[in-house]
């Protein structure tokens, strides 16, 4: 089995407890940094009309909150699609917003047409894409010029001192044996940490964003930069 169906199988597994143990690792802050996304980009189209991809969907959280918080912005949404890879992620997410429309696709392939939409969002999901930048040149070709993309993710952080040892402490130590106990699943929170571990500081991501035609906006960092949000507007075509 190839890296990338080892991690789909792994999401799968823990898909019927995944929304708990996020909300218990995170101390319940992702949702914050996920409405705070939502908000800077839909800001961007108060009284017009907007059409979303969320790629890496999970159990559609991030969905959800597209969705609710358009009306307070007066947005129209012409399209709003979950895309993920895991059947076990869409089939909890189907449960929670029935109405919504899911698409069992990658982030490499997501099937959706050029240039058709205005937002892509991926929230902590780019760093379990194995070709990361053949996902970014397929965010390049569905999002539309002048469109963004948005990217939650957990990043290393070349800062050091307390804060930062902390931090790390927290990640590889505390973080998995939280997971395990709520998922019976060893295994998926140790690669947690190492997947953290392995994806890009932020300066690098940055960089790899812009070599796929997308051209920074906001870097934002949250909780001492355990999280970081990317919104990236499209300038050029591939």
Same mark, same amino acid.
């Given at each position: ?41 839909l ?11 969320d ?24 399209r ?7 059947s ?8 929670k ?11 490499e392939?997501?099937?959706? #047409?050029? !240039?058709s +939409?205005?937002?892509? &969002? ?10 990361? /930048?053949?996902? %970014? ?77 997308? #051209?920074? !906006?906001? +870097?934002?960092?949250? &909780? ?10 499209? /300038?050029?075509? %591939?």
């Amino acid at each position: 089995m190839q890296k990338q169906e080892k991690i789909v199988e792994m999401f799968n597994a823990i898909a019927p407890t995944y929304d708990k143990a996020n909300r218990a690792i995170s101390l319940g802050l992702d949702t914050s940094w996920r409405k705070t996304a939502c908000q800077v980009i839909l800001s961007k189209f108060i009284n017009r009309e907007a059409s979303i991809a969320d790629v890496a969907c999970g159990t559609g959280d991030m969905l959800g909150l597209w969705h609710d918080m358009a009306k307070g912005f007066n947005v129209k949404l012409n399209r709003l699609v979950g895309i993920d890879p895991s059947s076990g992620m869409l089939n909890e997410a189907k449960k929670k917003f029935a109405n919504l429309e899911f698409i069992e696709a990658s982030a490499e392939n997501t099937t959706l #047409e050029n !240039e058709s +939409v205005d937002v892509l &969002s991926i929230s902590y999901g780019i760093r379990n894409v194995v070709e990361r /930048v053949k996902a %970014l040149e397929e965010f390049n070709r569905v999002v539309k010029m002048g469109g963004y993309v948005v990217v939650l993710e957990f990043t290393k952080t070349p800062k050091k001192g307390i804060v930062t040892y902390f931090r790390d402490l927290y990640v590889s130590k505390v973080l998995p044996k939280i997971g395990e106990m709520i998922s019976k699943n060893k295994e998926a929170y140790e690669y947690l940490p190492s997947s953290i571990g392995n994806f890009l500081d932020t300066q690098s991501f940055i960089k790899e964003l812009e070599k796929c035609g997308f #051209e920074m !906006e906001v +870097v934002k960092g949250f &909780s001492f930069d355990v999280s970081t949000m990317f919104i990236a507007k499209k /300038v050029r075509n %591939l």
